[in-house]
């Protein structure tokens, strides 16, 4: 790999690092306010309506300049809601503000990927960006997690500099602080990401033009035969992803009786699964046998239905790796071949800005579904039923629209053949 594709990975990493310390840190925000339990998949809500809200212009935004100034905009953004949220503004308005900088940064992110890479080289690449994003998840949540610990936090907060007053005096404004820098870093990285010769397009200044260019593209996406197929899996992936976070901090508080900070480790458990499977995905899954993986998604929601009957950390540990190890698996592939496809049809900024559009209004709808769950006080085991079945079943009817897709192409294959004897 050029060294240009590490720089991007270090930017991605500090990034996605502090996005999920700051989730935790917001929890915490949130129950220190003594605010209703099911405010916490609003914080997700919250963070992901900016991915589909503006889904049309940040495409386009993302293929106007180059890659690496539109990730530092994006990135100064998140610090303005991390500040926001020190300053005492309520962590699901703050929490929205970085999911604004989230939304932008987004397609350049993955669009710099098919923009300054070769396409046989993007299941690798795509291996190595998820399996360190999923480093970063682990390391925030483990991260935010400590930070909120009262053992480390006050001996934190009870560290003195010389001469210097910091001002800071509570718990969450210590973990604030932290979490800025990590932003700050990888807004450094940001500056040093090269340039890759591709031309870009001038903004449109009429939004109406966007917003046709975009149901263009979106409709385009949908009705390719390769495309369908890999956004259907990564749009339910990711809502299933979002709403397993919560899903496991509250199967960990009701089944494991752990606190928050701890239950938000098994979080990183997941992502360490998760890891694992992309980083096995991207050294035996080519391109071209991508849509192999399938079965694995239907194989990873019927085994979360055995979450349902673990009481016990050790248990949990293993059974956690094995569902984030299946979900990296299918994933990355899939993601690979989306990028690919999106990239011939309709550019990177835009292909990947209908991917988030599809993938964040699935987290709107599933985190918003397990919000209603939690408001009417659904047990916990039925929650991860529904889920499981939801997941399996999801999957199964993709797998019988793909080879749908197979048997079709074939049979115009076949005609052809027949045609021209």
């Not at 990493?13 to 929890?27: E, G, P, Q, T, Y």
Request: glycine fraction near 8%.
């Amino acid at each position: 790999m050029p060294f240009g594709f590490y720089i991007i990975m270090a930017a991605q990493f500090f990034s996605a690092l502090a996005d999920n310390a700051l989730l935790i840190v917001a929890i915490a925000a949130l129950r220190e306010m003594h605010a209703p339990s099911a405010y916490e998949p609003l914080l997700k809500t919250f963070f992901t309506v900016s991915y589909v809200a503006l889904a049309a212009f940040v495409g386009a935004f993302a293929d106007s300049m180059p890659k690496w100034r539109v990730m530092f905009i994006s990135n100064t953004i998140k610090i303005v809601g991390c500040g926001m949220m020190f300053f005492g503004a309520h962590p699901l308005l703050a929490y929205a503000v970085v999911g604004l900088g989230a939304a932008a940064y987004s397609p350049a992110k993955y669009g710099i990927l098919t923009e300054y890479l070769p396409h046989r080289q993007l299941v690798v690449a795509n291996g190595w960006i998820e399996g360190l994003t999923v480093c970063a998840i682990i390391l925030g949540v483990v991260i935010g997690g400590a930070l909120i610990q009262p053992a480390i936090a006050y001996k934190l907060l009870s560290l003195d500099f010389p001469v210097i007053y910091t001002g800071i005096d509570s718990v969450g404004e210590m973990a604030l602080c932290f979490v800025g820098v990590f932003y700050i870093l990888a807004s450094i990285f940001n500056l040093y990401i090269p340039e890759t010769g591709v031309d870009h397009k001038a903004l449109h200044k009429n939004p109406w033009y966007l917003i046709r260019e975009f149901n263009h593209c979106l409709s385009l996406l949908w009705r390719d035969r390769l495309g369908q197929i890999s956004l259907a899996v990564t749009t339910l992936f990711w809502g299933a992803g979002a709403t397993l976070q919560f899903i496991v901090i509250k199967w960990a508080e009701v089944s494991l009786q752990l606190d928050l900070s701890k239950s938000s480790m098994l979080q990183g458990v997941v992502a360490l699964g998760v890891a694992l499977g992309a980083v096995g995905a991207a050294r035996m899954i080519t391109l071209r046998k991508s849509v192999r993986v399938i079965p694995l998604g239907i194989a990873m929601g019927l085994i979360v239905l055995v979450m349902n009957f673990v009481h016990f950390v050790w248990l949990a540990v293993p059974l956690l790796v094995i569902i984030g190890a299946l979900s990296g698996y299918f994933v990355v592939p899939m993601n690979a071949l989306l990028q690919h496809r999106g990239h011939i049809l309709m550019g990177a900024g835009h292909s990947i800005a209908v991917q988030n559009f599809n993938e964040n209004l699935s987290i709107l709808m599933m985190t918003g579904i397990y919000y209603l769950m939690v408001k009417v006080d659904l047990s916990i085991y039925w929650v991860i039923t529904l889920f499981g079945l939801f997941v399996s079943g999801s999957m199964l009817l993709v797998k019988r629209r793909h080879e749908a897709n197979q048997r079709r192409h074939d049979d115009v294959i076949h005609l052809d053949d027949s045609s021209s004897h």
